[in-house]
T-cell receptor, first 113, second 110 residues
């Protein structure tokens, strides 16, 4: 089983460039989320989706857009990259229900110069 | 506000028990979780405990929950080199969000 697949694994951007981080899951999960992980900090929620066509903001949404046109895919767009967005980005999915575990991708390591 | 706190590092000798501690703030959280992150990988769920329990055991793992003090701990018995990782505590104050600690890096000494 592929689980949650993130691409690319690594990316270097210049300030002001835009790009899309891809996330796909093959478990038919309704819930999908994007987090960023910074040194010495817990995961911070950027955006999440509870189903196709439904998205909402998390804790740190500024500078990022998402869409959810299918159950499988949940891309994260950086509109105009800034050095403060240098981070490791994780996509996660899960079944509805608070006890259900999140399944994480392996992350995208993004550096903004 | 919501905050989950953990020590950033824990060093133990191989074969000893490791105890990783966490404090959380939202008493409405239904579940509390422990996730493990190995280098270069995403997070994997290790175990979770329902908020009306005070202990859960799963092989080498024991989770203790003190709701009064909002304190959660993860004990790993007979710590092995493969247990080297970062361990994250998380709580769920709502159905849609998890609040994460900063992670405790477990270092195993031979």
């Amino acid at each position: 089983n592929a689980g949650v697949t993130q691409t690319p694994k690594f990316q270097v951007l210049k300030t002001g460039q835009s790009m899309t981080l891809q996330c796909a899951q093959d478990m038919n999960h309704e819930y999908m989320s994007w987090y960023r992980q910074d040194p010495g900090m817990g995961l911070r929620l950027i955006h999440y989706s509870v189903g196709a066509g439904i998205t909402d903001q998390g804790e740190v949404p500024n500078g990022y857009n998402v869409s959810r046109s299918t159950t499988e895919d949940f891309p994260l767009r950086l509109l105009s990259a800034a050095p403060s967005q240098t981070s490791v980005y994780f996509c996660a999915s899960r079944e509805p229900g608070t006890q259900q575990p999140q399944h994480f991708g392996d992350g995208t390591r993004l550096s903004i110069l | 506000g919501e905050d989950v706190e953990q020590s950033l590092f824990l060093s133990v000798r191989e074969g000893d028990s490791s105890v990783i501690n966490c404090t959380y703030t939202d008493s409405s959280s239904t579940y509390l979780y422990w996730y493990k992150q190995e280098p270069g990988a995403g997070l994997q769920l290790l175990t979770y405990i329902f908020s009306n329990m005070d202990m859960k055991q799963d092989q080498r793992l024991t989770v203790l929950l003190n709701k009064k003090d909002k304190h959660l701990s993860l004990r790993i018995a007979d710590t092995q080199t493969g247990d080297s990782a970062i361990y994250f505590c998380a709580e769920n104050p709502s159905n849609y969000q998890l609040i994460w600690g900063a992670g405790t890096k477990l270092i195993i000494k031979p």
